[in-house]
């Protein structure tokens, strides 16, 4: 945004006033869409140009029939402030407007220019998109009186004391009931910690140049509407169960029977053609509850889990599969660890590598047709870079983007926001999730969705039988497009879910039954 900021006005020639007077207007907009009602909005702004959008909002919503109090914060605030030259101009305007204006230097008077006033909505437009260091003591403490009033709290651009490009608290962060920012959603807004501080985010246009035309390549993307194509029309009249993908998961253990069988359910309502559950003997007998997946029972190591030892029918059976699964509920037994690598060492399809199943890396990755597609939630991501899970979070971007690299693989971290990282380094954003999601077993519905899509893409994606192989690299847009729309389908099933269950309520048996009306109306919303 610095770069689009800059090429905008030194090629376009929209100075910064202009884009200041546009960012204001735009706010406003936003305030009279969501809050209908606010007449008496207090606005604290800072003296660089992100204090300039809240001291033109101050002007223009005043010209709109508000009467705004406009409060200047600095630790040593002067009369008249000194502020940055288009922030000036436009006090200069508020000035000869006769806008309310105070000037704040004790931040402990914050609550009460609130209560005076008789505000009724509050706006943070203290800092803006560039923060990266640590705020004094006069803005946390500023901050956190702000994140104590009972009025709805609007930050302009970006809440203040989030550092947009890492997504970490730079001390204290405005907790917004909405955001409003300018041109693009900033990268910062998509780490797991970030949440709590946008509310609902609104992104408005001011007439930035075009990434393309400014030469800005961003290496990250939101994605939230991705819903890969086969799925968006009606299915073929002479399609049989073969054009729909084989699906072999290689899951459970007897203490673990629930994962596998969710898995596989899932699987089967998100499409695949057939799906095929191999778990250990001693965890056969509890499968049995759903009558379109095939269960085999494999040679287990005598204490529930699987033998290390592949059986002859297993390795069959993943020649005969379109796509694998493996990990949910797998157990950390050394048998099963074994298995795993011995079944990754065979694969010549795509393989998800989910819970247990990724104590099997790091395994040679390079040189297959199909990378590996990695789900770690924070906790394994953590075990898996061997770091702690806060600095895991603290490092959020460089740690997922790293080990999508160095394992040549897709990385999914899940957590309230996933994050899928490519080897070459690009960073996706699906849908948010829903904080209903927060419970055990729909990790395990998220795998056998995305599992039912690989094995759909491997079917469709066969080439003819003397065209000779396809390179890795064939295969890496579609395989991003298909885990960013599993992530789309979980997260719309699970607000589907929440609107009949509530969040406290549902559970992973209700997500799998959310998937069928899940995936109709993303399918119409797409066509």
């Known amino acids: 945004m610095g770069q689009l900021d800059r090429y905008t006005i030194e090629h376009l020639g929209l100075d910064g006033k202009i884009l200041m007077s546009s960012a204001a207007r735009e706010t406003l907009r ?17 003296t660089g140009n992100n204090g300039g959008d809240g001291v033109a909002l101050a002007y223009y919503a005043q010209q709109d029939g508000m009467s705004p109090l406009l409060v200047l914060c600095h630790p040593e605030i002067e009369n008249p402030p000194r502020l940055s030259e288009d922030s000036a101009y436009y006090y200069r305007i508020v000035e000869r407007a006769y806008v309310n204006v105070q000037l704040l230097s004790n931040p402990a008077l914050a609550p009460d220019l609130v209560r005076s006033s008789q505000c009724d909505l509050v706006v943070d437009a203290l800092f803006g998109t560039g923060l990266d260091r640590e705020l004094g003591d006069y803005y946390q403490s500023l901050i956190q009186r702000l994140n104590f009033v009972e009025q709805p709290l609007l930050s302009v651009d970006c809440p203040s004391g989030l550092n947009c490009t890492t997504g970490q608290v730079m001390g204290a962060a405005v907790e917004a009931d909405l955001t409003v920012t300018m041109g693009f959603p900033k990268r ?64 459970g253990h007897r203490r673990y029977s629930g994962a ?112 590996l597609v990695l789900t770690p939630h924070v906790g394994e991501l953590a075990r898996l870079v061997n770091l702690g899970t806060e600095q895991v979070l603290d490092r ?32 996706l954003f699906p849908q948010h999730g829903h904080p209903a999601l927060a419970t055990g077993g729909t990790g395990d519905v998220l795998s056998g969705i995305l599992g039912a899509l690989l094995a759909r893409h491997h079917a469709l994606a066969q080439p003819p039988a003397d065209s000779g192989p396809v390179n890795a690299g064939h295969h890496r847009l579609k395989l991003a497009e298909i885990i960013v729309t599993a992530v789309n389908i979980h997260a719309h099933a699970a607000r589907l879910g929440v609107a009949q269950f509530g969040a406290e309520s549902l559970s992973p048996v209700d997500l799998v039954n959310q998937l069928p009306a899940a995936l109709a109306e993303m399918s119409a919303l797409c066509c």
Not at 215 to 238: K, M, S
């Open 30 to 46: 936003v305030i009279r869409q969501v809050y209908p009602g606010v007449r008496q909005p207090v606005i604290f702004a800072g």
């Open 396 to 427: 959020w971007f460089s740690v997922c983007t790293d080990a999508a690299a160095r394992l040549d693989a897709f990385l999914l971290a899940k957590c309230n926001q996933c994050m899928l990282t490519t080897p070459e380094g690009a960073m």
């Open 188 to 251: 910062g807004f998509f780490h797991p910690r970030a949440g709590r501080y946008l509310g609902d985010l609104h992104v408005v246009r001011l007439g930035f140049a075009p990434p393309s035309e400014a030469a800005v390549e961003p290496d990250a993307h939101a994605w939230p509407n991705a819903f890969w194509e086969p799925l968006r029309g009606p299915r073929a009249a002479d399609t049989h169960k073969g054009d729909y993908g084989k699906l072999l998961i290689v899951a």
């Open 260 to 371: 596998p069988r969710l898995a596989a359910a899932a699987a089967v309502r998100s499409g695949a053609g057939l799906v095929r559950l191999v778990v250990p003997e001693e965890a056969y007998p509890l499968m049995g509850d759903n009558a379109a997946v095939m269960v085999d029972a494999h040679p287990g190591d005598g204490r529930g889990g699987f033998n290390a030892q592949p059986s002859r029918e297993l390795l069959e059976y993943l020649a005969w599969a379109d796509a694998l699964v493996i990990g949910p509920g797998l157990s950390d037994a050394p048998g099963a660890i074994a298995l795993t690598e011995r079944l990754l060492a065979e694969r010549d399809l795509p393989v998800l590598l989910d819970a247990d199943g990724l104590r099997a890396l790091p395994v040679e990755t390079a040189g297959h047709e199909w990378p």
